[in-house]
């Protein structure tokens, strides 16, 4: 009876390292066509633009002077007003 090859530990590690990086590639791949879509451009009100533009004039003004230590803003309220708050969040998170 022959007696079977053994495989030196070279062969082993390398064996071990190339399934290390086909792994790692099939991962990246797959990470990177399972990418969400981006979101489609909402539609904003002319009164929402024209207080995020207000804001960031302000934003614009005060970041010389004040650093980056962080702002509260407030939104306008009125009774016909439409609420601007998840556009001025989208500002404020696309801001930083």
Not at 12 to 19: E, N
Not at 40 to 67: F, M, Y
């Amino acid at each position: 009876m022959s007696k079977p090859r053994q495989t030196s530990r070279r062969t082993w590690v390398a064996a071990w390292a190339v399934l290390c990086v086909v792994g790692l590639v099939g991962t990246a791949g797959l990470k990177a066509s399972s990418a969400p879509d981006p979101q489609p451009n909402k539609h904003v009100s002319a009164e929402c633009r024209d207080l995020i533009a207000d804001i960031k004039t302000q934003l614009d003004k005060a970041r010389p002077e004040a650093g980056n230590d962080g702002i509260l803003a407030f939104s306008r309220q009125q009774h016909s007003a439409e609420d601007c708050s998840n556009e001025l969040r989208d500002f404020f998170r696309n801001d930083r």
